[in-house]
Each structure stands twice: as C-alpha cells, then as structure tokens.
Nanobody, 132 residues
Framework: QVQLVENGGGLVQAGDSLRLSCTNS????????MAWFRRAPREERKDLKF???????????YYADSVKGRFTISRDNAKNTVYLQMKSLKPEDTAVYYCAAWATGDDLLRDYYSDFGVWAYWGQGTQVTVSS
C-alpha cells in the first residue's frame, strides 16, 4: 500500500503561483511514476482530468494542453517528493488536485499517462481555489 499525501493547496488570486507537493511516509516514491490529476467543483471522481506526469527518474514529463507552459511537474527522489509548480493561475484551475502513483516504466507511461484507471495509488487531494 502506498499512502500519498498532498500539500500546498490554498486560495489565491488569478495570475498567482502555487506549488503543490506530494510525498509518502514509506519513502518509496522513487519506485513509481507519478502524476497529478484534478477534479473541478461539482464534478465526480470519474471526471478526473489528467494534468501532468513524470517518470521514475524524472527524465520524461507529460502535460495536459490546458496547463502546458504554466505548470511544471518535478520530483526530488532524495526528498521523496513530487511537485507541481503552478503559475499564471486562472479561475478555471480551481479544483481538488490529486497526486497518483504507478509502478511502471517509461514505455507504458508514455502510452497511458493520461488514463486515470492505470494509476494505482491516490492521495486524498488538496483544494486549490483561484479567485478572479
């Protein structure tokens, strides 16, 4: 079992920046590809939207078109932490943000990174609210 914990959410204004972090107490995140998904207000869990993912080594990253150029996913395996740096935030970025883990290699990640069904472990989420 992988227990993921997200931190860093909050209330910000449009145009602001925010950095989310995800870690786990087992100290094993280096064994997993990691991703961020989000669920907008009034949406159900099945409506989770892919935001970004990163390979185990950090050498490969993938982004949703809606956040490309504004969000950056990174990881520090020595600190057992994955980050989502968000810049130029918009009201439509308001959502609960979840980190997810998948014990997979680069090939499968490349083909299925945006499919939330392949991500085995999930955190409880952190709320990000962007006011206009």
């Amino acid at each position: 079992q992988v227990q993921l914990v997200e931190n860093g959410g909050g209330l910000v204004q449009a145009g602001d920046s925010l950095r989310l972090s995800c870690t786990n107490s087992e100290g094993t995140l280096s064994s997993y590809a990691m991703a961020w998904f989000r669920r907008a207000p009034r949406e159900e869990r099945k409506d989770l939207k892919f935001i970004a993912s990163i390979s185990r080594s950090g050498g490969s990253t993938y982004y949703a078109d809606s956040v490309k150029g504004r969000f950056t996913i990174s990881r520090d395996n020595a600190k057992n932490t994955v980050y989502l740096q968000m810049k130029s935030l918009k009201p439509e970025d308001t959502a609960v943000y979840y980190c997810a883990a998948w014990a997979t290699g680069d090939d499968l990640l490349r083909d299925y990174y945006s499919d939330f069904g392949v991500w085995a472990y999930w955190g409880q989420g952190t709320q990000v609210t962007v006011s206009s």
